[in-house]
Each structure stands twice: as C-alpha cells, then as structure tokens.
C-alpha cells in the first residue's frame, strides 16, 4: 500500500503558523474521515494530536488543528512554540480495512 | 494511568520467527481495537496490523499478510503478534498501540517499542 504524501520538511519562527498537507486519494484520505495526525519527538513514542480529521485528544493544545479538502489534510499549529519541534506523520484509514500513514514531516522551529 | 510494554523482540535470522507480546494495564484492554505500527531506523512509521475486541476481525498490511497474525488474549490483557519468514527489510522498533475509543483507526496510547533485528 502507497503512503500517503507528505513534505519532507518544514519550518517556521516562534509565534507563527504552519501548516502540513498530507495528500492521498479517493480511497484513503478522500473517501473518509478517517484522518489521524501524529506528533514523534526523536526517541519516543507517537503522540496522537488530531483523529478524525478536526478533533483534538483531550490535553492537546488547541493550537493544533486539522483540515481537509477533497483527497488533501492538513495540519496547522498556531503560535509556533520550540517544543513543536519534531517529526509529524499523518494517516488515514483505506478501503480494505487497513491503515496507511504518510512519509513523515520535519518541523523546524528556527 | 494507560501502559503498553511490548517485549519479545531481538536477533532473528531471515526465515526465522518470532512472537511478540504487549501487556496493557491501566484500562479494560477488552474494550478497545489495537494496533502494531513499526518503524525501521531512522525511517517513518508503517502501520502493520489490528485487531478488534474480542479477536474474531482483524487486519494486515500488504507487506506482511501471510507471514504475521494478530492475537489478543483479555483475560490476560496481552496483544500478540506472531512473526514468521522473516525478512530483512521487517528490521524495525514494533510498537504496539490502542485504537482510540472515539475513533478505532487512530491510536491514542503507545507502547516503547521492542527492536526486531533480522540479519544473519
């Protein structure tokens, strides 16, 4: 199963906003809602920041938060802080049962 | 508090095999779909499998279908995954993870991870 597309990298100064895409198609992103984003500081264990799309986990910030439009999520965080800094993956549910997660997102906080 | 530790990982030849174990305690593992997820050093997460409560569905990823099974055992509250044929490229930290309650895709809680080694 493809993974679902993510940039590489990005990078942003303390106080702004980014935002990372995640792009699959009509049978994964696009067919449902169904998208999960996580959050990976080195050496530790995925956090789960976003679920189904828009909703925050209780505890995360609501400086984080998620989007979609046709076979494209996004995630953005407001009001960059340094320990935003870390790798983010997304993934999304596919038809057949199974899951598929993105390359993974370098975040950069300058 | 939630805890997953998965245990069972090491040194395994190609062709080999091997079994791996998570313990969940802190909530009632009978209730929740979980996951195993691997990540290869220095690469990005892939999910590899799931299974819903009471074991009767459950789900794999194109790359291990037919080599790795699923299994959970509630009254032990431990999630297992069985690991034959092994091959170099299944190399990878295995998490073990717990569908979110809300959304049974996602995962809310993950273990540490144990290390998969396959090499000869």
């Known amino acids: 199963q493809s993974a679902l597309t993510q940039p590489a990298s990005v990078s942003g100064s303390p106080g702004q906003s980014i935002t990372i895409s995640c792009t699959g198609t009509?049978?994964?992103?696009?067919?449902?809602?169904?998208v999960s984003w996580y959050q990976q500081h080195p050496g530790k264990a995925p956090k789960l920041m976003i679920y189904?799309?828009?909703y925050r986990p209780s505890g995360v910030s609501n400086r984080f938060s998620g989007s979609k439009s046709g076979n494209t999520a996004s995630l953005t965080i407001s009001g960059l802080q340094a320990e935003d800094e870390a790798d983010y993956y997304c993934s999304s549910y596919k038809s057949s049962s199974i899951v598929v997660f993105g390359g993974g997102t370098k975040l950069t906080v300058l | 508090e939630v805890q997953l530790a998965e245990s069972g990982g090491g040194l395994v030849q190609p062709g080999g095999s091997l079994r791996l174990s998570c313990a969940a305690s802190?909530?009632?593992?009978?209730?929740?779909?979980m996951h195993w997820v691997r990540q290869a050093p220095g690469k990005g997460l892939v999910w590899v499998s799931r299974i819903n409560t009471d074991g009767s569905t459950t789900s794999y990823a194109d790359s291990v279908k037919g080599r790795f099974t699923i299994s959970r055992d509630n009254a032990k509250n431990t999630l297992y995954l069985q690991m034959n044929s092994l091959r170099a490229e299944d190399t990878a930290l295995y998490y073990c993870?717990?569908?979110?309650?809300?959304?049974?895709?996602?995962?809310?809680?993950w273990g540490q991870g144990t290390l998969v080694t396959v090499s000869s």
């Open positions: 009509s049978s994964d992103v696009g067919g449902y809602n169904y």
């Open positions: 802190g909530f009632t593992f009978s209730i929740y779909w």
């Open positions: 993870a717990r569908g979110s309650y809300s959304s049974s895709w996602s995962q809310d809680y």
């Open positions: 189904d799309v828009t």
